[in-house]
């Protein structure tokens, strides 16, 4: 809640800001100060690095059902405002959060035990990719984010029916429904990005996005980055 509202008042005040200095109220047209004040409150909001830390404990702390929803439909408002705001985001910024988001998600990931918290760092890395590619394309970005909603809403749905709070219940699980749990597997390779599943699809097109313009280095360190992810999803 603190979080949230905090980001909120974040973005009250640059909208506040924006008005005062331009005379209207709009979220399409802003300065470029308020433009990066209101990003930075959405990339709270979102749970992206380096303002993530909250993110991981509150999943911990709630139920699966809820910690669906925190990864999934909360993600939609502050997503939309930034579709708004398309032409007036300062892409640097978002580069370089999307970058550290896929960077930590992944490391950070590797440590842990509880399927809640691993979803989470999940979450994060993903939020990392949905940044640049909103740099690039609007549409290149709907579609990332409609394949991370749709694989992370399985995977919650599998480990809530079978209540699956560590990764030793996954083991349980398996002797109980071994085609679940192979299900269970290639979904989460598909969160990882392993091809030829979907979830290599959306990865595919943004590195390639990113090779086509002069962002070499950066395709190359998103793609490093997303290999821890998928070596603790293995």
Same mark, same amino acid.
């Given at each position: ?10 973005? @009250?005040?640059?909208?506040? &800001?924006?008005?005062?200095?331009? $005379?209207? %109220?709009?979220?399409? /047209? #802003? !300065?470029? =100060? ?59 910024? @978002?580069?370089?959060?999307? &970058?550290?988001?896929?960077?930590? $998600?992944? %490391?950070?990931?590797? /440590? #842990? !035990?509880? =399927? ?119």
């Amino acid at each position: 809640f603190l979080v949230q509202a905090l980001a909120a008042s974040l973005i @009250l005040f640059a909208c506040t &800001l924006d008005a005062w200095q331009t $005379g209207m %109220w709009s979220t399409t /047209n #802003q !300065t470029p =100060t308020t433009a990066a004040i209101i990003t930075m409150a959405i990339l709270m909001k979102l749970g992206a690095a380096p303002a993530h830390l909250w993110y991981p404990d509150v999943l911990q702390g709630t139920t699966l059902n809820t910690a669906l929803l925190v990864s999934t439909w909360q993600k939609l408002a502050p997503l939309t405002l930034l579709y708004m705001m398309y032409t007036s985001l300062p892409a640097n910024l @978002l580069l370089l959060t999307g &970058l550290l988001s896929a960077l930590l $998600g992944g %490391w950070v990931g590797l /440590n #842990q !035990t509880q =399927t809640r918290k691993i979803m989470a760092h999940s979450s994060i890395a993903h939020m990392g990719w949905i940044l640049v590619a909103l740099t690039m394309s609007p549409q290149l970005t709907t579609l990332t984010m409609m394949t991370y909603m749709v694989m992370t809403t399985t995977m919650f749905s599998t480990m809530n029916t079978y209540t699956t709070k560590t990764i030793s219940d996954m083991g349980t699980v398996w002797s109980m429904s071994p085609a679940t749990m192979t299900l269970t597997l290639l979904t989460l390779t598909s969160l990882g990005g392993l091809p030829p599943l979907t979830g290599f699809m959306p990865k595919l097109l943004i590195l390639n996005e990113l090779t086509t313009k002069p962002l070499l280095t950066l395709a190359t360190a998103l793609a490093l980055a997303s290999l821890p992810s998928l070596f603790f999803y293995i």
